[in-house]
């Protein structure tokens, strides 16, 4: 069974350009989330999905960030335009039904320059 | 609302020596709690979790957590360090028994170096 799989692994842009991070859960799995680590924090939950919905948005920092599951497979995180803060590892993962136990992929490192 | 605090954001033991990463929670309900490790360069792997069963805890790698309600922790042991245990090390809490759909709130991280 393939994993969590994110793209790209690294991605170097500048401030006010437009960033998109893919992430492809584990298949079967409808729950899918978005956290980000910025540097020296902690890792913090950004939005949940269930299947296409989203199912709780209450960490999306502001509305320079959109995050989209279109036909409840693979999710986007768009960021633009993108700032210095927004610098970071982005993680996405995944779980079953009502399991507890969420799957993460290795990040997408995104450094705003 | 949960929480998640780790003691000390790096922790240094020498090669067999016994690993302790310290772990400690609040939880507005009895929680789910985890451990997940992070490799140099790779993604959060799932050591182990407490899902209300045993309170002793066995994960991979010959890694184990003890759930004490009474100090509210979910400390990280290992008997002997190996050199390959060198990673970062985070403890999340998760509310247990919510059917799912749940966000997990981590710990700020502790890096463990083995020193040789």
């Known amino acids: 069974e393939a994993g969590v799989t994110q793209f790209p692994s690294h991605s170097v842009i500048e401030k006010g350009q437009t960033v998109t991070l893919r992430c492809d859960p584990i298949?079967?799995?409808?729950?899918l989330y978005w956290y980000r680590r910025v540097m020296g924090k902690e890792i913090k939950f950004l939005l949940h999905?269930?299947?296409?919905?989203?199912?709780?948005e209450s960490g999306m920092p502001n509305n320079r960030f959109l995050a989209e599951r279109t036909g409840g497979t693979y999710s986007t995180l768009k960021v633009q335009p993108a700032e210095l803060e927004d610098s970071g590892v982005y993680f996405c993962?995944?779980?079953?039904?009502?399991?507890?136990?969420?799957?993460f992929g290795p990040g997408t490192r995104l450094l705003v320059l | 609302a949960q929480s998640v605090t780790q003691l000390g954001s790096h922790v240094s033991v020498s090669e067999g020596a016994l690993v302790l990463l310290r772990c400690n929670y609040s939880?507005?309900?009895?929680?789910?709690l985890f451990w997940y490790v992070q490799y140099p360069n790779q993604g959060l792997q799932l050591l182990l979790k407490?899902?209300?069963?045993?309170?002793l805890v066995k994960g991979i790698n010959g890694f184990e957590a003890e759930f004490k309600k009474s100090e509210t922790s979910f400390h990280l042991t290992k008997p002997s360090a190996h050199m390959s245990d060198a990673a970062e090390y985070f403890c999340?809490?998760?509310?247990?028994?919510?059917?799912?759909?749940?966000?997990?709130?981590f710990g700020t991280g502790t890096k463990l170096q083995v020193i040789p």
């Open positions: 993962a995944s779980s079953r039904g009502t399991e507890e136990t969420q799957y």
């Open positions: 407490y899902t209300s069963a045993a309170t």
């Open positions: 939880s507005s309900v009895p929680p789910y």
């Open positions: 999905f269930v299947k296409e919905s989203k199912q709780d």
């Open positions: 298949s079967g799995h409808d729950n």
């Open positions: 999340a809490v998760s509310k247990g028994n919510s059917g799912g759909y749940q966000k997990v709130t």
